[in-house]
């Protein structure tokens, strides 16, 4: 059995121009297992649990989250006559996320982005971004860091990741303060800094670390959520 999941939205400080979707924070509230769910396919999935239909036409660039019952699931992911299953154990409290992608043949694919490995140390914070806008192309992403003033690649180039889960989609890791990350399209070097039409500004505590999501927006261009 699945249920709707409860989740709290918290606003994160940042200036988005010509982005209909300011960034948020998505967290999970209470003691009940949750699935989030990440359409970074190029169409509308259907989500199912076990074999039945939990979210219909979930549209593309969109994020939803359900609660299974505790234990073992088969989470189907299809769209457009393909598919792709993926199996999970829920746990009290936890949320775990799932993210549909497009592999290199088109085909219906999914990723885990649960971080199980990646412990902040005290005193110390950790930011990764991960690229699942699929019909944006290559981005160019710059970040300041709390101990590091000056813009500095995220990493170049950076392109749709179909497979977040390997080591193209890296923590970095810092001291406690404000991260601030820009993404623009082009020009392709650190002068876009200035006029970068993303702006996220994401102030961490000791032992906090977060995850920028680049998604595709309704009608063209990128969005961004911060898990």
């Known amino acids: 059995m699945w249920r709707r999941a409860s989740i709290c939205s918290v606003l994160i400080l940042c200036s988005v121009a010509a982005c209909d979707n300011a960034p948020t924070l998505v967290a999970h509230s209470g003691g009940e297992p949750a ?23 979930l549209a593309a660039g969109a994020i939803d989250t359900i609660g299974p019952s505790l234990g073992a699931h088969t989470i189907t992911l299809r769209a457009s006559g393909k598919s ?21 043949s088109g085909a219906v694919g999914s990723a885990i982005l649960d971080d199980t490995n990646s412990v902040v ?19 160019q992403v710059y970040r300041t860091q709390p101990d590091f ?14 497979d977040p889960t390997s080591l193209s989609a890296p923590f970095y890791q810092s001291t406690v303060g404000a991260w601030e990350v820009r993404i623009w399209q082009t020009p392709t070097d650190a002068s876009g800094w200035s006029t970068a039409p993303v702006k996220v500004i994401i102030p961490l505590s000791s032992g906090e670390k977060r995850t920028i999501l680049m998604l595709d927006k309704p009608g063209g261009g990128v969005r961004v959520e911060i898990i």
């Open 149 to 162: 003033g000056t813009p500095i690649s995220w990493q170049f180039p950076f392109n749709y990741q179909p």
């Open 84 to 104: 792709s299953s993926q199996s999970i154990t829920t746990a009290a409290g936890a949320l775990n996320t799932v993210a549909v992608v497009r592999s290199a």
């Open 35 to 57: 699935l989030r769910i990440i359409n970074a396919f190029t169409a509308p999935v259907d989500v199912l649990v076990d074999g039945q239909v939990a979210v219909s036409g």
């Open 121 to 139: 140390p005290a005193g110390a914070t950790k930011l990764r971004v991960i690229h699942l806008a699929a019909n944006a192309g290559t981005l």
